[in-house]
């Protein structure tokens, strides 16, 4: 039967979220239950892309990725797949009538990442960020308001901006991997060689604005995304709190984390905000 089939999918997304992120998984967890086996056939979709451009350096990347993408279409149009991962997005796709534009983006950013190591403008910077972090956000609206196109509409560019802020913690947070072994560097008009308190300082107070209007949207979301997204969104704000106080050498050097005991602190004081209707 086809459903044992689309259940074993649906399973192995749900397994790469909490294999390759203990902190998403947590805060999936977190989402309403009707809402929550699409956030993880979403984040199994955008994990397996990234680890092809990343991670599989003994392999021909290229091709890797061109027969992803390939199966990726395949499976849109033909509403199956036998690869798991894209057979449990395709659902999610279809039934929340995600735009294809937002996929496309998404992929348009994970290729690349296969020949762009350097973004030296603004523009190309924000475009690399659009189709890495903010069309992920935009996926996961289409869950979250159900179809609800004007919903949709409202919640747009708080959603992306959240989506930037996520993004860009990461950027801040992996700048030793991103650099050295990837040769990659994101911030345009910042040199990572002689990273300094000023540049940090800019990078800092951008991912804090992108931050506050990302929360004006989480306040408005429907009831079962709320607590999940608010979740995520503390989280990464204390990491920026983290990597704020980390000297920048020591963030060229280390990955700086937030250990699980203090993820486990944070869950229980969102739940208490959110119970007491601050956000």
């Given at each position: ?94 039934q929340y009538d995600i735009p294809f534009e937002l996929v496309a983006a998404f992929m ?16 190309e910077y924000k475009e690399y960020i659009y189709g890495s972090a903010d069309v992920v ?29 996520f993004q860009k913690v990461n950027f801040l947070r992996d700048l030793k991997a991103d ?101």
């Open positions: 039967m086809k459903s044992i089939f689309d259940t074993v999918s649906y399973n192995c997304s749900k397994i790469v979220t909490e294999s390759y992120s203990t902190s998403f998984a947590l805060a999936t967890k977190m989402l309403g239950s009707s809402i929550r086996r699409d956030i993880y056939n979403i984040y199994g979709f955008v994990r397996f892309a990234d680890e092809i451009v990343d991670t599989f350096h003994d392999y021909d990347k290229e091709k890797l990725f061109n027969d992803f993408e390939q199966d990726l279409h395949n499976s849109i149009e033909y509403k199956i797949s036998l690869n798991p991962i894209l057979n449990s997005f395709q659902q999610t796709f279809h348009k950013s994970m290729r690349m990442d296969l020949i762009k190591k350097q973004y030296n403008t603004t523009a956000g935009l996926m996961c609206l289409c869950v979250f308001v159900k179809g609800d196109k004007e919903k949709y509409e409202s919640l747009k560019e708080s959603a992306m901006a959240l989506g930037s802020a650099f050295e072994l990837l040769e990659r560097s994101y911030f345009p008009n910042t040199n990572l060689l002689e990273l300094d308190e000023a540049s940090k300082k800019r990078i800092v107070d951008e991912i804090k604005a992108d931050f506050a209007s990302g929360l004006e949207g989480i306040e408005k979301l429907p009831s079962e995304a709320k607590f999940g997204v608010y979740t995520a969104y503390k989280y990464y704000n204390k990491l920026l709190q983290k990597l704020q106080k980390t000297p920048p050498l020591e963030i060229k050097n280390t990955r700086i984390r937030v250990p699980n005991y203090q993820k486990f602190g944070l869950l229980a004081k969102s739940y208490v905000n959110y119970k007491l209707q601050l956000v």
